[in-house]
């Protein structure tokens, strides 16, 4: 499985950018798929993550602000983000974890450190900027 990411870019705070990621080389089996961000100097951590049953999980800092989807027709995992803020400044990263049976549940990951290890899968990140 390939992940590449796209939409990344500068924007003032109370901008919005829209991200996606497209994958390829999927086989019939489902995934856990979810957007991750990492800062210059601090851990990356789960922003948003949608299950292969649909339910969504976000990390507090990011509630009512972004909005994961996914469009299976087309391969491909989005993040909406609005009113963005300094704060969500970061190299952003796509990732998908395997399933069997509907585990493991990545949902769990939003909000959280998330090592290597946690997906199976990982895109190289497109960067996001928010500054005036």
């Known amino acids: 499985v390939q992940l590449e990411e796209s939409g990344g870019g500068s924007v003032q705070p109370g901008g919005s950018l829209r991200l996606s990621c497209v994958a390829s080389?999927?086989?019939?089996?489902?995934?856990?798929m979810g957007w991750f961000r990492q800062v210059p100097g601090k851990e990356r951590e789960g922003v948003a993550m949608?299950?292969?049953?649909?339910?969504?999980q976000y990390a507090d800092s990011v509630k009512g602000r972004f909005t994961i989807s996914k469009d299976d027709s087309k391969n491909t995992l989005s993040l909406q983000m609005n009113s963005l803020e300094p704060e969500d400044t970061g190299t952003y990263s796509c990732?998908?974890?395997?399933?069997?049976?509907?585990?493991?549940?990545?949902?769990?990951?939003?909000?959280?450190?998330?090592?290597?290890?946690?997906?199976?899968?990982w895109g190289k990140g497109t960067l996001v900027t928010v500054s005036s």
């Open positions: 990732a998908a974890v395997l399933q069997e049976s509907g585990l493991p549940d990545c949902t769990a990951v939003a909000g959280r450190v998330a090592p290597d290890y946690a997906m199976d899968y």
């Open positions: 080389g999927y086989t019939s089996k489902t995934y856990c």
């Open positions: 949608f299950n292969s049953d649909g339910r969504t």
